[in-house]
């Protein structure tokens, strides 16, 4: 079975840092690129970004709202996925899950984790 | 950034009865190799999304035959032939043509 659970969640002030993780079982995870999705309170999903597999050199995508705050990495020793997040603000006050490409290219999400509550505020 | 709309932002079903949402895209969805990368989503209250349709049409593994996704280009339509009970929550279409990949804002479906 699929799994995918984040963690590292909580609250951190304006200006601060964070760091999420992501645990995956049930399925080859070298093989798939994985993403961030994130979703404000009461709000739609929004693309946070991609890190791809070994095969594709890890190489990332970022969201433009994102871009030179996050980064993301992964060790597939550990079957997990990571987002650092620096220079936090309020609009960065979302639940963000980490959902799996499908096999290939990753033009889909098929599985997603429960998400991770990161609250920004004084 | 490629804007996806949707529509209706909400809507009452009468169990049973069909249900249909429209997403469209603010420029084609279609891929230089060819292919539409264009996936429709559920999420329930207090779950996280999950996958239904991918590529315009088809069903992930384990979604009911009552779902169907169609379309082409721009515009996208899918579609509940009869609304059942866990059914509710909130849709949402995704693409994954271009960069940044980008979400409708969500068309939430309930009882009536």
């Known amino acids: 079975e699929v799994q995918l659970v984040e963690s590292g969640g909580g609250l951190v002030q304006p200006g601060g840092s964070l760091r999420l993780s992501c645990a995956a079982s049930g399925f080859t995870f070298s093989d798939h690129y994985m993403d961030w999705v994130r979703q404000a309170p009461g709000k739609g999903l929004e693309w946070v970004g991609r890190?791809?597999?070994?095969?594709?050199?890890?190489?990332?995508e970022y969201a433009p709202s994102v871009k030179g705050r996050f980064t993301f990495s992964r060790d597939d020793s550990k079957n997990s996925l990571y987002l650092q997040m620096n220079s936090l603000n309020t609009e960065d006050t979302a639940v963000y899950y980490c959902?799996?490409?499908?096999?290939?290219?990753?033009?889909?999400?098929?599985?997603w984790g429960q998400g991770a509550l990161v609250t920004v505020s004084p | 950034d490629i804007v996806m709309t949707q529509t209706p932002l909400s809507s009452p079903v009468t169990l049973g009865q069909p249900a249909s949402i429209s997403c469209r895209s603010s420029?084609?969805?279609?891929?230089?190799?060819?292919?539409?990368?264009l996936s429709w989503l559920h999420q329930r209250p207090g779950q996280p999304p999950r996958l239904l349709i991918h590529r315009i049409s088809n069903r992930f593994s384990g979604v009911p035959d009552r779902f169907s996704g169609s379309g082409a280009g721009t515009d996208f339509t899918l579609k509940i032939s009869r609304v059942e009970a866990e059914d509710v929550g909130v849709y949402y279409c995704m693409q994954a043509t271009q960069f940044p990949l980008t979400f409708g804002g969500g068309t939430k479906v309930e009882i009536k």
């Open positions: 420029q084609s969805l279609v891929h230089s190799n060819g292919n539409t990368y």
């Open positions: 890190t791809r597999n070994k095969a594709n050199s890890y190489t990332t």
């Open positions: 959902a799996r490409g499908s096999t290939g290219t990753a033009t889909e999400f098929d599985y």
